[in-house]
């Protein structure tokens, strides 16, 4: 069975803080993962492809561990905009693209 | 402006009365999908189509029908709504979806309600 968990959050952490997302994936033979970020009632949009050698883009760092099936997101130096859902995705097939349920990020003052 | 349209937005409806709620691209996408969001269960894909006249059953078909007798429109009908398809749905269209990045351009939503 196709499986994405994510952490159940709410995170809440204050602005300048440094936060981290963990998600986890059961099929093995998955072939390409995203983060996701969803603002409330609105459309999820990507924010950034995760490389099996990491990636970094600004603030945002993803990383994916093959061997464990674990995807990760860190945030660093938290903006209050970071405040939304982020949704991890993973891509299992020609036209299976699978979304965990996400994780809720609340950044405050 | 590259983009998905869906419309209504918003509807409220009774149990059994058809309807369909519409969606359009106009990035010349092959890949079109059409996903559900409910409260801790996340997105749910209902249908998908490779491309025209080529459709098929996602993860939650049970109750609806989809379309593709155009490029750029993937409607998604619901015959006799129930209530447990209150939701809210996503149109979603991507160019290739064996690509990297598999990044899915997704509609504004269309929240829907059946009493």
């Known amino acids: 069975r196709k499986e994405v968990e994510q952490d159940p959050g709410p995170f809440n952490v204050p602005e300048g803080a440094t936060v981290a997302f963990n998600c986890t994936y059961s099929?093995?033979?998955?072939?390409?993962f995203f983060w996701y970020r969803q603002d409330c009632r609105k459309e999820p949009k990507l924010l950034m492809s995760v490389y099996s050698s990491g990636n970094e883009d600004g603030r945002f760092t993803a990383q994916l561990n093959r061997a464990s099936q674990y995807i990760s997101l860190l945030i660093r130096d938290s903006k209050l905009s970071d405040s939304a859902t982020y949704l991890c995705v993973v891509h299992s097939g020609y036209s299976t693209l699978t979304f965990g349920k996400g994780t809720m990020l609340l950044v405050s003052p | 402006e590259a983009q998905v349209t869906q419309n209504p937005r918003y509807l409220i409806t009774v149990t059994g009365k058809k309807l369909t709620v519409t969606c359009s691209q106009n990035m010349n996408h092959e890949y079109m999908s059409w996903y559900r969001q409910d409260p801790g269960l996340g997105l749910r894909q209902i249908y998908y189509s490779m491309n025209v006249e080529v459709t098929d059953k996602g993860d939650v078909p049970e109750g609806y029908k989809v379309s593709r007798k155009e490029k750029r429109n993937f409607p998604l009908i619901l015959e006799s709504p129930s209530p447990n398809q209150t939701s809210l749905y996503f149109c979603?269209?991507?160019?290739?979806?064996?690509?990297?990045?598999?990044?899915?351009?997704f509609g504004p939503g269309t929240r829907l309600t059946v009493t």
């Open positions: 979603a269209s991507t160019a290739n979806p064996t690509g990297a990045p598999y990044e899915q351009y």
């Open positions: 099929n093995s033979a998955s072939q390409s």
